[in-house]
C-alpha cells in the first residue's frame, strides 16, 4: 500500500478526465448518466451521434510489460521497483502427465494484483491520448471543447457525429493499442454506425441498443428499455430463489425477516 501512496497522486493528477475506473469519486453510475445525458441531448437539439463500444480482449492479460515500463510518465525509481516485482516470471502447464517446462511471462500486469489498476490506466491512458488526437475527433460539447471517449477501465464509448469519423476514430485506436499488445474485441464491441466497421480481422455489430456497464442503453434514448430488462432480470432471479423458499416454515421466515429489519 506505501509503495502504492507515493505515486498515486501524480499519476492521477495526469490521467485524462475520461477515465472513470479505479479513481477516487468515480463510478460506474455516474458514467451511465454522462451517456444518457449525451444522447438525450443529442436527440433533443438535433444533432447527429454515432457511437462504439468498444472492449479489449483479456484486457489485463495482454499488455505487452516492456511497452508499459516504457511509457510510465513518474520518476524512474518507482519504475525501477515496479519492473523488479514483474522480473523473471514464469509459470508451467499442470497436465495429467506431469508438469510441462517453465516459460517466461513478457505480458499481462497480474490482474487481481494492487498495482495493476493503476498500471493499466496509465497504459490506456498513453493510448486514447495519441488514438484522439485529431481535431475532429468526438463530438463538440458545452463550452469544454470536443468529447472523444467514455473511459470505465476498457469499455470505451466513442462518440462521434458522422460514420466516417467515427470508422476513423475507432482505426486509430485499434493501432495505438496494437502498440502495447492490445486487441479489440469482436464478442462485446458494438456500435450504431450505418456503415460497417472492420478492425482488422473484427467487424463491429451494428446494434439499436446495447448493455453499457450493466445497464440496457438505446440510442433513442428511450429508458423503458432498461427498466423492463432490470424488472426482468430480478423476476429471473426470483424464480430461481423459489424452490428455496417453499420448505422454509412460516416461523422461520418471520424470524429472518424480522432480524433483517
Request: overall charge positive; proline content about 3%; glycine content about 6%.
Amino acid at each position: 500500500m506505501r509503495l502504492l501512496r507515493r505515486p498515486q497522486s501524480a499519476i492521477g493528477e495526469r490521467t485524462r478526465e475520461k477515465q472513470a475506473r479505479f479513481r477516487s469519486n468515480r463510478s460506474s453510475c455516474r458514467q451511465i448518466f454522462y451517456f444518457r445525458n449525451i444522447i438525450e441531448q443529442c436527440i433533443e437539439y438535433r444533432h447527429p451521434l454515432c457511437v462504439n463500444f468498444v472492449d479489449f480482449q483479456k484486457a489485463f492479460d495482454g499488455i505487452h510489460r516492456e511497452s508499459l515500463w516504457a511509457i510510465l510518465r513518474i520518476p524512474q525509481t518507482f519504475v525501477d521497483v515496479f519492473r523488479s516485482l514483474y522480473l523473471n516470471s514464469s509459470c508451467c502447464v499442470k497436465t495429467e502427465n506431469g508438469r510441462t517446462g517453465f516459460f517466461e511471462i513478457t505480458t499481462d500486469v497480474k490482474q487481481g494484483w494492487i498495482l495493476s489498476p493503476i498500471l493499466f490506466n496509465i497504459a490506456l491512458d498513453l493510448v486514447m491520448r495519441e488514438a484522439m488526437k485529431l481535431n475532429e475527433a468526438g463530438i463538440g460539447w458545452n463550452n469544454e471543447g470536443r468529447l472523444t471517449d467514455l473511459d470505465y477501465a476498457d469499455y470505451i464509448a466513442l462518440p462521434a457525429k458522422t460514420d466516417s469519423k467515427l470508422h476513423q476514430a475507432t482505426t486509430n485506436l485499434n493501432r495505438e493499442a496494437k502498440k502495447i499488445g492490445l486487441r479489440i474485441g469482436s464478442e462485446k464491441s458494438k456500435g450504431n454506425a450505418q456503415i460497417d466497421i472492420d478492425v482488422g480481422a473484427v467487424r463491429l455489430e451494428d446494434v439499436a441498443k446495447f448493455t453499457y456497464l450493466g445497464s440496457t442503453v438505446a440510442y433513442d434514448g428511450d429508458d423503458e428499455i432498461d427498466v423492463r430488462t432490470r424488472i426482468a432480470k430480478a423476476a429471473s432471479v426470483f424464480r430461481m430463489l423459489q424452490p428455496m423458499r417453499r420448505p422454509i416454515s412460516q416461523t422461520t421466515s418471520r424470524c429472518a425477516c424480522t432480524s433483517q429489519l
